[in-house]
């Protein structure tokens, strides 16, 4: 019974959603419109299990002196600083001088200044991996890898202005050149790709709406 | 394609049960359905499906092997994805069929993982890869190393091994994000054959350009398939092929229709018209010319 | 280039409601710095940088998962339910459902998610199953049939639809366009040999994809064609991440010059003095002290 | 080749960025005729119709999407067009909230009756699928000040599957999001949809173009080329006003010159690489 009863769940919530999408029958739209608010419920609480474990295992690393050990502290100190500020913004103990600004005030004002320099800067990274790649491993070794690098030698020529001698004439050579290879190449193989991919989410969403696939259970 | 049926029957209950727009999608999930059933129980009964080789698959052995002539390590890399991510879960078979190799060889495999549930898989896969060679004395507990959950570090921390350590083969296998440029980058920069595979295209074209072998898109799981001869693989493979097929005909006579009967009249919609809503459920153009 | 500079001189010390203030300048170039000082050598900087990085970021999450996947749909639903007028109903999917149905089903779902929260206590019980069971169910099913529709059968149908090789009938003559009037990509000779080659190049790669088949010189000859059509697309994708990239990085610099506007300096209005120009320095300053003293030793 | 120290090309990257930035010379960009698409497509509704505008994005990739998102929403409130915002990433709300407070009084608009908040929707694909099947049930109350979405006026007309919304736009920078739409609500419901992506996701849009995608404005280019189209009879920039998006076009078009540096520099060291590679592979 231990397995029986979710492989039932998951055959019946799926099988409920799948109905859903092929009638608009008034009581499967009700019952698919409560399955899909329940999956975003478990989505979220399957979040914040994340979180019991961060805080495990960097405890851990504190208490037992890893050399990183202080930058650990740093990380659990600034995330529970934001936690408690946060729920306490938006279960309302926190009063603004100006009540039309929002609920989302000290919030906000952290995602500006700490959160988005810190993402966009990390990101920002691969502009450079991408250069020294460019250097050291990008190499037309073979037929396929230099119709690679010359296609996309043809977009990055393309998808900018040109402001060198010369930059108009051969603006004038690679856009058409661009535009053949992403309406017609770029297209073909991108739809044979996609054609690919929906036929291997079918084959496994079929097999675990049919309870066919169990592994998901066997953690 | 059974919309006509379809429609006749909803008129006789007078109750719209079906939406006639997804028919079409319907028939798909159902002709694909039966394919997939089907042959899955040919490959279960021992019917022998054969399964093309793929360049990539060769270069494995290859790679393994140049390794152990040289003396030196070999390095896989099982993506950055959780195992719920079906890649990772493929990735684990095919390491384990990696493992089976090192192990006959004697070549130490080092595997690093970026999240700590993948690691015991990783550690289970490579056990059983060396039980699978008969060398049960082959696995060595250190080289399953975790190195860290953060995207760059865990690079950075693979980067290291790639200087430090000098494998002569790096495989990368599994799905993997922005960090594939500067895995492919390291490697190559030490002059490692670099055999990688990821069925996610938006990083193909880097391992394509610094990797010696790439196993790309569905190939990759294909590969598995050859691998396990997992008779569902198998099936679900064969399957698609044949789907496949159905849509290159629909394609094709599509086309060739479109091409021969551009215009149609407005009391003749033309072949192309009739086609389209007989497979496609869609409605004829009122305006012909 | 127009750095978007505040052209106020007074700026604030500290403001809730702008990143525009002395506080937010020194923060975020800080950050910023922090993060490229990496890119020299792993050192304590990026190390605080990344660590606020993983603190801040997840806890923004949870905030957000908290308040909308929880707050949102079980507290805030059952309270509007219970505070319905007499003879009002909840609307479900387009179906009027009696507001303590509406409740009950709800309660179940927050009884559920208890259910996984459960593996805090006990990973390995039966309890999380239940609720793990049905989000695969529904996100299987969710998958399977959007994307079976709108990537398998309308992939066909987009093919099908455009009437096969014909042209618009706005397209140009090959005459016109030599003769000087127009762009090459609308000519018709252009548009025919461009939806040949989408045709050809689509079937050959779905052909170049089938493992199944025993390969013969004529397969091997159109997988080849596959093979070509895919390498061209990898190079516009290769082209197009170039460009993607780069733009960040302008972005990022961009953004730190604002912060270099003497409005920013402290003790006086100098540019050396600004939130990017000072970091820099102390930056630069340790990572040579570092290596001077040798404490720099573990590699990158 | 394995000893040469990598960080002298990140020094040339940073040079070649950095020391573009003085170069203050905006080129005009042609429009493609996916971005064009995008412009007329808005251009065609009706006023006083209600777009759904979804941020599927987070600070990491703003600096592609941001510009054609503000463009967009003075686009949208321009032509008196009403605005139901969403997002599927948790990042992207507070770029929606500072986008409309600062945008939305310029055109005399009120939160509630012109533009309403929904926020962030956990769920990735089945969020998508809620939304569409019921925008009602997926969300309880706005994100702006917790209002019950059932008080907000503008939602009045929406009726389940996506019946009342004319057109969707997804400003993507992955997953999940155009596809995702696509295929949990274009496929399902007929609404047209629009997007902005990111450059990386950008090949993958023409294969949905123009059947299952009405127009798209793809990277940085497609960003420039859709302010130009945007700003076409809007005043030219002030020296000290603030900023409005015509500075956002005359930046971003500047910023596309850096970006042409950039792109040089890469290919001039794709270039030296193969050539010393062929060089010293005969040596070896």
């Known amino acids: 019974m231990k397995r029986e009863i979710p492989i039932a769940m998951t055959m019946l919530a799926g099988l409920i959603v799948t109905a859903a999408f092929f009638s608009k029958a008034p009581w499967l739209q009700a019952a698919n419109a409560e399955l899909l608010s329940w999956a975003l419920i478990f989505f979220s609480v399957a979040f914040l299990l994340g979180i019991g474990n961060l805080f495990r295992i960097n405890l851990k690393q504190i208490a037992m002196r890893h050399p990183d050990w202080p930058y650990k502290a740093i990380l659990l100190i600034t995330l529970s600083g934001y936690l408690i500020l946060g729920l306490l913004e938006i279960e309302g103990f926190i009063v603004y001088g100006d009540g039309s600004l929002g609920n989302k005030v000290y919030q906000d004002w952290i995602h500006g200044a700490v959160f988005k320099p810190l993402q966009a800067t990390m990101f920002s990274l691969l502009a450079f991996y991408i250069a020294s790649a460019a250097f050291r491993a990008f190499r037309a070794r073979s037929f396929e890898a230099t119709l690679l690098l010359g296609a996309g030698a043809v977009v990055m020529l393309a998808q900018v202005p040109l402001p060198i001698p010369g930059g108009s004439a051969i603006g004038s050579i690679v856009q058409p050149m661009q535009h053949f290879l992403m309406a017609f190449v770029n297209t073909a193989g991108q739809k044979a790709i996609i054609m690919g991919a929906a036929l291997g989410v079918l084959a496994t969403g079929l097999r675990i709406v049919l309870g066919i696939e169990r592994s998901y259970l066997s953690e | 394609m059974f919309t006509s049926v379809i429609l006749a029957v909803q008129a006789a209950a007078e109750t719209p049960l079906i939406d006639v727009d997804k028919v079409p999608t319907l028939v798909a999930i159902l002709i694909f359905g039966g394919l997939m059933f089907l042959f899955q129980n040919q490959a279960k009964k021992g019917k022998e499906i054969p399964i093309r080789r793929i360049a990539g698959l060769d270069a494995l052995d290859e790679a393994i092997g140049r390794s152990t002539e040289m003396g030196r390590p070999v390095l896989y890399v099982p993506g950055i994805d959780e195992i719920k991510e079906i890649q990772t879960i493929y990735s684990m078979m095919i390491l384990r069929h990696v493992a089976r190799k090192t192990a006959e060889f004697g070549t130490p495999l080092i595997v690093p993982v970026k999240d700590s549930v993948v690691m015991t898989f990783a550690e289970e896969s490579v056990k059983q890869g060396c039980m699978d060679a008969g060398r049960p004395d082959a696995y060595i507990a250190d080289n399953i190393r975790y190195l860290s959950n953060e995207q760059f570090a865990y690079c950075a921390g693979v980067a290291g091994i790639m200087t430090r350590e000098e494998p002569a083969a790096n495989i990368m296998l599994g799905m993997f994000f922005a960090e594939s440029l500067i895995l492919a980058e390291s490697g190559f920069a030490t002059g490692a054959i670099q055999v990688a595979g990821t069925a996610k295209q938006h990083q193909l074209p880097f391992f394509v350009a610094a990797c010696d072998y790439t196993i790309m898109g569905e190939e990759y799981f294909a590969v598995t398939a050859y691998l396990t001869r997992e008779p569902s693989l198998v099936g679900t493979i064969r399957a698609s092929d044949i789907t496949k097929i159905l849509a290159i005909v629909l394609i094709v006579v599509g086309v060739v229709l479109g091409t021969l009967y551009p215009d149609g009249t407005k009391d003749d919609p033309g072949p192309l018209q009739h086609f389209r809503a007989f497979f496609f459920a869609e409605p004829i153009a009122e305006t012909g010319k | ?300 | 080749m394995k000893d040469f120290d990598r960080r002298w090309i990140f020094l040339a990257m940073g040079i070649v960025v950095v020391s573009l930035f003085t170069l203050e010379k905006p080129t005009e960009m042609p429009p493609s005729e996916y971005v064009q698409s995008y412009y007329d497509t808005i251009e065609a509704l009706p006023e006083g119709s209600i777009v759904m505008l979804s941020a599927d994005f987070d600070p990491a990739s703003a600096a592609e999407l941001l510009p054609t998102y503000q463009a967009t929403i003075h686009h949208l409130l321009r032509r008196n067009i009403r605005v139901i915002n969403v997002a599927t990433w948790p990042a992207a709300p507070p770029y929606t909230r500072a986008g409309f407070d600062e945008i939305a009084p310029l055109y005399g608009k009120a939160y509630g009756t012109d533009w309403v908040e929904l926020g962030f929707i956990p769920g990735d694909d089945v969020a998508m699928g809620s939304i569409g099947q019921s925008l009602r049930s997926a969300y309880a109350t706005d994100d702006r000040d917790s209002t019950p979405i059932a008080e907000l006026p503008l939602l009045d007309g929406i009726q389940d599957r996506m019946e009342g919304i004319e057109v969707l736009i997804s400003m993507s920078a992955g997953y999940p999001g155009i596809l995702e739409w696509i295929a949990q609500v274009g496929g399902r419901y007929e609404v047209p949809i629009l997007t902005a992506t990111t450059a990386v996701q950008t090949p993958d849009l023409f294969a949905y173009y123009p059947t299952q995608l009405s127009g798209f404005a793809g990277a940085a280019t497609g960003a420039t080329q859709y302010l130009q189209l945007v700003t076409v009879d809007m005043p030219v920039a002030v020296e000290g006003e603030p900023e409005t998006l015509v500075d956002v076009k005359v930046n971003n078009q500047e910023r596309m010159l850096i970006q042409a540096g950039a792109h040089m520099l890469i290919l001039l060291l794709i270039l030296v690489g193969n050539l010393l590679y062929f060089f010293t592979k005969g040596s070896r």
């Open chain 3, 1 to 300: 280039m127009n750095m978007l500079a505040l052209q106020a001189a007074e700026v604030p010390f500290f403001d809730w409601t702008s990143t525009n203030t002395h506080l937010s300048g020194w923060l975020i170039c800080f950050f910023t710095l922090a993060i490229f000082s990496f890119l020299y050598k792993d050192n304590p900087f990026y190390k605080i940088a990344e660590h606020v990085f993983v603190g801040v970021g997840t806890a923004y999450f949870a905030l957000q998962y908290y308040n909308e996947g929880i707050r949102g749909p079980i507290v805030e639903h059952i309270d509007r339910a219970t505070n319905l007028a007499p003879n009002e109903f909840v609307t479900l999917g387009g179906v009027d459902v009696d507001p303590t149905v509406a409740i009950g089903v709800r309660l179940v779902a927050a009884v559920l998610g208890l259910m996984l929260l459960s593996r805090v206590i006990k990973p390995s019980g039966w309890a999380p199953r239940w609720p793990l069971a049905l989000m695969v169910g529904i996100y299987a099913a969710i998958k399977m049939t959007g994307e079976t529709q709108s990537k398998l059968v309308q992939q066909i149908q987009g093919v099908v639809k455009d009437g096969g090789l014909t042209v618009p009938d706005s397209a140009l003559a090959w005459s016109d366009f030599m003769a000087g009037s127009g762009s090459i990509t609308q000519t018709a000779a252009y548009l025919t040999v461009g939806k040949i080659v989408l045709v050809i190049g689509l079937l050959a790669t779905l052909i170049h994809f089938m493992f199944t088949f025993k390969r013969g010189a004529g397969l091997n000859a159109v997988s080849r064609v596959g093979i070509v059509t895919l390498m061209l697309t990898f190079g516009a994708m290769f082209g197009f991440t170039v460009l993607g990239r780069i733009a960040l990085l302008i972005e990022r610099v961009e953004n730190v010059f604002t912060f270099a506007d003497p409005n920013y300096a402290v003790l006086g209005e100098s540019a050396y003095l600004t939130p990017p120009a000072l970091i820099t320095a102390v930056i630069i300053l340790v990572l040579v002290l570092r290596k001077m003293t040798g404490k720099d030793v573990e590699a990158t």
